[in-house]
């Protein structure tokens, strides 16, 4: 009877054992389960708010963009509003065509006294540099330092003077190059245009 009792007594302790035991397991798996879950809703947190920082900077370099950048009908206006500018600085706002005849007929008379008189330094006065002349090396005198330097009798030659002298100023027509101060059958001529600066002379030919 008392070995019975015994036997019970261990059956009954390793049947407690065994389910202290499952229980514990169960435990450890629940536990091993929400700290999976608390992970994963950790790493979708921190992938959210890394996206989040991504697209900031994206919006706001879109919106310094939006206020900077030029839509193309406002750079067409742009571009129409400085092409006025650019050709006053090279005819001064008019063209040959556009010059009063009388003015004209005024500046060449000065050309004439000028020639006449072989008076260089006058000639250069009513002279736009760079200019073409004839008698120069390369065709080209850059400044008026270097049209003085050629001499009066260089620059203002008779025939030159005769071409200038046989002009009829009332007669002189504009065209693309101007106008141009020469009579029939002499050689040498002097052309005048428009310029930035006003009427000047342009190119002497020989």
């Not at 005819?91 to 008076?119: C, M, R, T, Y």
């Not at 030659?157 to 065209?175: F, I, M, N, R, W």
Request: net charge negative.
């Amino acid at each position: 009877m008392k070995k019975m009792r015994l036997v019970l007594a261990g059956i009954l302790t390793a049947f407690c054992l065994t389910a202290c035991g499952g229980q514990a397991n169960m435990a450890t798996t629940v536990e091993t389960i929400d700290m999976s879950k608390n992970t994963e809703q950790d790493e979708t947190e921190a992938t959210a708010q890394d996206e989040t920082e991504t697209a900031a900077p994206e919006e706001e370099e879109a919106a310094v963009s939006g206020e900077t950048a030029e839509t193309p009908a406002e750079q067409e206006s742009d571009a129409e509003d400085s092409a006025p500018a650019e050709e006053g600085q090279t005819s001064g706002g008019l063209d040959n065509f556009d010059v009063d005849q009388e003015e004209v007929e005024a500046f060449a008379e000065k050309i004439k006294e000028a020639v006449a008189a072989q008076d260089l330094e006058a000639l250069a006065d009513l002279t736009s540099f760079p200019v073409y002349v004839g008698v120069s090396e390369n065709g080209v005198v850059e400044t008026r330092e270097d049209f003085l330097a050629l001499g009066a009798d260089t620059v203002i030659t008779p025939e030159l003077q005769e071409a200038v002298e046989g002009t009829d100023v009332t007669a002189l027509s504009a065209s693309m190059a101007g106008f141009t101060m020469m009579t029939e059958g002499v050689s040498g001529s002097i052309t005048f245009s428009m310029t930035a600066d006003g009427l000047a002379i342009t190119g002497i030919n020989y």
